[in-house]
């Protein structure tokens, strides 16, 4: 189920006739319309669930009559594509079915504007209470972004550096003197981490506080020599987090409120617990089974490393934000995003609370999150001007990611393609051949039908039969090359999955159809 925010269209006529009157009494021989926007969209963005902002050129009084009827019908002014919006409903729609999980929440900005927005499923089951866009999520490990421009505005203001020591705000920490903060936001300190499971112990149910945890685990050894090894640790961010507190003097999230979540008009965002009325409820699940309710992580476990929540809607704000450059200087953008080199030159894909990677080679930023109960992520894609924002109330359930990576692609990667149902039940159809031995020899090319001879036949049934039943085809991606059309799938057998690689002709007659183990 899908939830979002109404657009004019469905004002009431009271509404809709005081608008009229309105751009009436701004009309004389020849006017130009203003800038318009949905009664109940927030500034400065505009929900592509409600509207987008849109400029009128100048018209005539003559076409003020066609102007006024437009106003009281839908659409009222330009919005994204209706066939993207659709496809976007269906692929979240089927991959929340198919993942079992209560809910999922998105948002996607597109030429540096939010464009849309959307909650599906349920944020509390037992409540019945439906997720709509102004239900929060936690965000986990995305928090750490947070941390690091915290670190970097202090930064700006020569409060600090980011190649001070640790040593410097913590002298009796392991090693102190030999880590810089640079290697504590990148992750490259050694330091080991406190929380590497990802399901809540009983530990984690207690109070604690983030000195305490920096007190029990940063005193241990090292894992490893500063700067020679890349290991994810949230041990890195509380302590980078209480460097913030010193130095600014204030508790970190009251910071961020004031230098990033007021100045964006980020309203949900803060640290939770506490819990507050729009969250969601938190679920697990075991192995395969259904949604269970769990217990969050209790005060201080988290702090600097995990502890924020928000809707996807105010975290795109920080994405527009980042893609502006509106809170940080350039130098610190740049900072904020170089990925961070081992002492030895090996990389390590990642800059400061930001993973470096691409879609379809188009760079990417990224981050997830996963604390108990809820599973998050954010894809910044800066030479697109574009994000994704995925949010969910279920942990254990591997859908957040790779749906990022499919509204991304579908969004900002037009030409990347992926085969239609149709196809891919005749995909099947031809695999359930090939396991008892038999295709149909109309589907294939004469180059294809030299390759499927009798002993082809006999080993795709010998190597095929034992994996058991055929479970799922999956498509995965299609492109061009020389003249074909290139489809990859994922074939999932009982017992081993396999990968099918396939060329089409533009008759529809297949001239290659591969089958390979994926190791």
């Known amino acids: 189920m899908s939830r979002d925010l ?82 976007l409903d269906e692929k979240i729609s089927s991959a929340l079915a198919k993942a079992g999980a209560p809910s999922v929440s998105v948002a996607v900005v597109k030429d540096g504007k939010l464009f849309y927005a959307k909650a599906f499923g349920t944020a509390d089951l037992s409540a019945k209470r439906p997720a709509d866009v102004n239900t929060r999520y936690a965000v986990g490990s995305i ?10 505005l202090l930064q700006e203001q020569g409060k600090l550096s980011l190649d001070d020591r640790v040593a410097k705000y913590f002298p009796d920490l392991t090693r102190a003197g030999e880590i810089t903060i640079r290697q504590l936001l990148s992750h490259t300190s050694g330091y080991e981490d406190y929380a590497p499971q990802d399901y809540i112990i009983p530990d984690w149910t207690r109070p604690t506080t983030p000195q305490a945890v920096l007190d029990r685990w940063a005193r241990k050894p090292l894992d490893f020599d500063p700067g020679t090894q890349w290991q994810y640790s949230n041990t890195n961010y509380v302590l980078a987090g209480k460097i913030c507190e010193k130095v600014s003097g204030q508790p970190l999230v009251t910071f961020l409120r004031e230098k990033i979540f007021q100045p964006l008009g980020m309203q949900s965002a803060s640290d939770w617990p506490p819990e507050q009325t729009a969250d969601a409820q938190a679920y697990t699940r075991y192995a395969v089974g259904p949604p269970r309710p769990v217990k969050r992580e209790a005060e201080g476990w988290y702090f600097a490393a995990g502890e924020l929540a928000m809707t996807p809607s105010d975290l795109a704000k920080w994405d527009i934000a980042f893609l502006e450059k509106k809170i940080l200087s350039d130098r610190s953008y740049r900072e904020f995003t170089s990925e961070v080199k081992l002492a030895n030159g090996d990389s390590t894909h990642y800059a400061l609370g930001l993973s ?54 579908l969004v900002f990667v037009p030409g990347e393609k992926a085969p239609s149902a149709t196809d891919t039940r005749r995909v099947q159809a031809i695999l359930e051949g090939l396991r008892k031995g038999r295709i149909d ?19 795709c049934k010998a190597s095929l039969s034992p994996l058991g039943k055929l479970k799922s085809v999956t498509a995965i991606s299609e492109n061009l090359r020389g003249g074909m059309t290139h489809r990859s799938y994922r074939a999932q057998f009982a017992r081993q999955a396999l990968i099918l690689n396939l060329y089409l002709l533009a008759d529809g007659k297949y001239e290659q159809f591969l089958i390979e183990e994926q190791l």
């Open 143 to 152: 928090s750490k972004q947070f941390t690091a421009a915290a670190l970097l």
């Open 441 to 459: 020899r109309a589907l294939f090319s004469a180059n294809a039908n030299t390759y499927f001879s009798q002993v082809a036949l006999r080993d």
């Open 356 to 409: 470096l990677g691409e879609i379809a080679g188009i760079p990417v930023l990224q981050h997830g999150g996963e604390v108990s109960g809820f599973i998050s992520s954010n894809t910044v894609l800066p030479t697109r001007a574009g994000a994704v924002v995925v949010l969910s109330n279920q942990d254990v359930v591997n859908m957040v990611a790779p749906l990022a990576r499919q509204i991304a692609t």
């Open 6 to 87: 109404p657009s004019i269209s469905q004002w009431k006529p009271p509404v809709a006739h005081a608008l009229l009157r309105a751009v009436s009494r701004l009309v004389s021989t020849r006017f130009c319309s203003r800038d318009t926007a949905s009664k109940r969209s927030p500034a400065p963005e505009r929900r592509r669930v409600e509207t987008r902002r849109g400029t009128q050129k100048c018209v005539r009084h003559g076409l003020f009559l066609p102007l006024v009827l437009a106003l009281a019908s839908p659409p009222l002014w330009p919005q994204a594509p209706v066939d993207l919006d659709k496809k």
